[in-house]
């Protein structure tokens, strides 16, 4: 069997770049470490890899010259030449990446009468419906509020935490439907909403928040319902936030019978916690729920230059996918040069940056990382079995293809080089994983 090797490499120009073929034919070391891929034991089906529509990077892309703008969609969302991007996100609302706090209606307004989109119709919409012409498919979006108008709210404040009033826990459920109805009328597929972004983050910025009763009381008693009685298909996941305590907030939803019934699954951030096995715990518990990674960057501005950032994004990535996550949506696609704009200088790291001085985009080794996975492992892969006994700091996982095709990816942060047998099926090659790599095995 052929297996052809893609790689990106710290210490050589490696950048996506496709070696030499590899042969599987039986020989290889059977004393040294082992990377063995099962293809018949499979588990959770691969949804897709996306990043987020924040206004912060369709502003910042519409500042640049068109053909760079072109270049940043092609970067992400060209299936061949591209990271092959078939996902997305969305705020309902204004976040923190954005140019000022906003909302879709007039204060007071518990009828919605006055509910006005066109805030997104300037860089937002049209950013997306450029990405789908360059993907050539509806791409599947996630849409999360930061913060529910200031007026429905106890601090009387978009920013700084506070909570939803009870009074208008209906009018704010109502207001998710407007948003996938006027979104729909736009091109613009709704595939899910989340109930809170971080719900359990009071921040400088537009935060809300919800503890795990009010969460499963809103789910189960308003947004559930109005989902449901409006005909829309679209999934609710829950929680939106770090993977540290998770579990606690699933189950707390989830038990309930009631708000279980609407719930498509459970959404996790990268931030405060790598405990990837709490997302083992929650498929553990509830196997007919759905994992999903909803966000994640590397914080304090813009790291040029960094490669420990494309390893977070990678180890990320592996461990999520080991333990039952489905699919991988990235925070800020694009931002300027200095991590912005953020409206409360919350300046943060992306795969591109956009230096507007220059008017050049710069690729980050997150966004080789990212690609190492997302242009190989396609929507309905399914993961399959993988054992090791490399040395830690070599990770690993496999999925397989609709068209049949493996894809084995295999990450190296450690200072040195490591030789592995690469066994499928009972025949192997041996490989060397270079210090600080990361390298896509595709098999055929």
Same mark, same amino acid.
């Given at each position: 069997?052929?297996?052809?090797?893609?790689?990106?490499?710290?210490?050589?120009?490696?950048?996506?770049?496709?070696?030499?073929?590899?042969?599987?034919?039986g020989e290889f070391n059977r004393h040294s470490n082992?990377?063995?891929?099962?293809?018949?034991?499979?588990?959770?089906? %691969?949804?897709?890899?996306?990043?987020?529509?924040?206004?912060?990077?369709?502003?910042?892309?519409?500042?640049? &010259?068109?053909?760079?703008?072109?270049?940043?969609?092609?970067?992400?969302?060209?299936?061949?030449?591209?990271?092959?991007?078939?996902?997305?996100?969305?705020?309902?609302?204004?976040?923190?990446?954005?140019?000022?706090?906003?909302?879709?209606?007039?204060?007071?307004?518990?009828?919605?009468?006055?509910?006005?989109?066109?805030?997104?119709?300037? /860089?937002?919409?049209?950013?997306?419906?450029?990405?789908?012409?360059?993907?050539?498919?509806?791409?599947?979006?996630?849409?999360?509020?930061?913060s529910p108008p200031a007026w429905m709210k106890s601090?009387?404040?978009?920013?700084?935490?506070?909570?939803?009033?009870?009074?208008?826990?209906?009018?704010?459920?109502?207001?998710?439907?407007? =948003?996938?109805?006027?979104?729909?009328?736009?091109?613009?597929?709704?595939?899910?909403? @989340?109930?809170?972004?971080?719900?359990?983050?009071?921040?400088? /910025?537009?935060?809300?928040?919800?503890? @795990?009763?009010?969460?499963?009381?809103?789910?189960? !008693?308003?947004?559930?319902?109005?989902?449901?009685?409006?005909?829309?298909?679209?999934?609710?996941?829950?929680?939106?936030?770090?993977?540290?305590?998770?579990?606690?907030?699933?189950?707390?939803?989830?038990?309930?019978?009631?708000?279980?019934?609407?719930?498509?699954?459970?959404?996790?951030?990268?931030?405060?916690?790598?405990? =990837?096995?709490?997302?083992?715990?929650?498929?553990?518990?509830? &196997?007919?729920?759905?994992?999903?990674?909803?966000?994640?960057?590397?914080?304090?501005?813009?790291?040029?230059?960094? /490669?420990?950032?494309?390893?977070?994004?990678?180890?990320?990535?592996?461990?999520?996918?080991?333990?039952?996550?489905?699919?991988?949506?990235?925070?800020?696609?694009?931002?300027?040069?200095?991590?912005?704009?953020? %409206?409360?200088?919350?300046?943060?790291?992306?795969?591109?940056?956009? !230096?507007?001085?220059?008017?050049?985009?710069?690729?980050?080794?997150?966004?080789?990382?990212?690609?190492?996975?997302?242009?190989?492992?396609? &929507?309905?892969?399914?993961?399959?079995?993988?054992?090791?006994?490399?040395?830690?700091?070599?990770?690993?996982?496999?999925?397989?293809?609709?068209?049949? @095709?493996?894809?084995?990816?295999?990450?190296?942060?450690?200072? %040195?080089?490591?030789? =592995?047998?690469?066994?499928?099926?009972?025949?192997?090659?041996?490989?060397?994983?270079?210090?600080?790599?990361?390298?896509?095995?595709?098999?055929?």
């Open positions: 069997m052929k297996v052809k090797v893609i790689r990106t490499a710290k210490n050589t120009g490696d950048r996506l770049t496709e070696l030499e073929t590899l042969e599987l034919n082992m990377i063995v891929v099962s293809p018949n034991e499979t588990y959770q089906t %691969h949804i897709g890899f996306g990043g987020a529509f924040t206004e912060a990077c369709a502003y910042t892309l519409s500042e640049m &010259p068109k053909e760079k703008r072109e270049e940043a969609i092609k970067a992400y969302f060209d299936p061949k030449e591209g990271l092959g991007y078939t996902l997305g996100r969305v705020a309902i609302n204004s976040c923190d990446f954005a140019l000022g706090n906003y909302t879709y209606v007039e204060e007071n307004d518990v009828n919605l009468e006055t509910f006005d989109m066109s805030h997104e119709d300037k /860089w937002v919409v049209p950013l997306i419906k450029d990405a789908q012409k360059v993907s050539g498919t509806t791409l599947k979006i996630l849409g999360s509020p930061w601090n009387k404040n978009m920013n700084f935490g506070g909570k939803l009033l009870t009074e208008y826990y209906q009018v704010w459920a109502n207001y998710y439907v407007k =948003f996938i109805e006027e979104m729909k009328k736009r091109g613009v597929n709704i595939e899910w909403i @989340s109930v809170q972004n971080e719900p359990q983050a009071v921040q400088t /910025w537009d935060s809300c928040i919800y503890s @795990s009763e009010e969460e499963r009381d809103f789910v189960r !008693d308003y947004l559930g319902p109005t989902i449901e009685k409006s005909g829309l298909d679209v999934g609710i996941i829950v929680w939106d936030h770090n993977r540290d305590i998770m579990v606690e907030r699933a189950a707390t939803i989830l038990l309930d019978k009631e708000a279980n019934k609407y719930v498509w699954g459970v959404g996790n951030h990268w931030y405060v916690s790598e405990n =990837f096995t709490n997302l083992s715990i929650v498929h553990a518990l509830f &196997p007919d729920k759905h994992i999903i990674f909803t966000e994640g960057c590397q914080e304090g501005g813009v790291h040029l230059g960094a /490669w420990h950032t494309g390893e977070r994004y990678g180890r990320n990535i592996i461990e999520d996918f080991n333990n039952f996550s489905e699919g991988f949506i990235d925070w800020n696609m694009v931002l300027n040069e200095t991590g912005g704009p953020n %409206h409360v200088n919350n300046l943060c790291d992306a795969p591109i940056i956009a !230096d507007r001085n220059t008017k050049e985009l710069i690729y980050n080794s997150s966004y080789y990382y990212i690609g190492q996975f997302s242009k190989f492992i396609r &929507p309905n892969a399914v993961r399959i079995g993988l054992v090791k006994n490399t040395p830690e700091g070599v990770r690993a996982t496999a999925f397989k293809n609709e068209d049949s @095709s493996i894809v084995v990816v295999v990450q190296n942060e450690l200072d %040195h080089m490591e030789t =592995f047998s690469l066994v499928v099926n009972n025949i192997g090659v041996t490989v060397e994983s270079p210090e600080h790599s990361i390298t896509t095995y595709i098999i055929k």
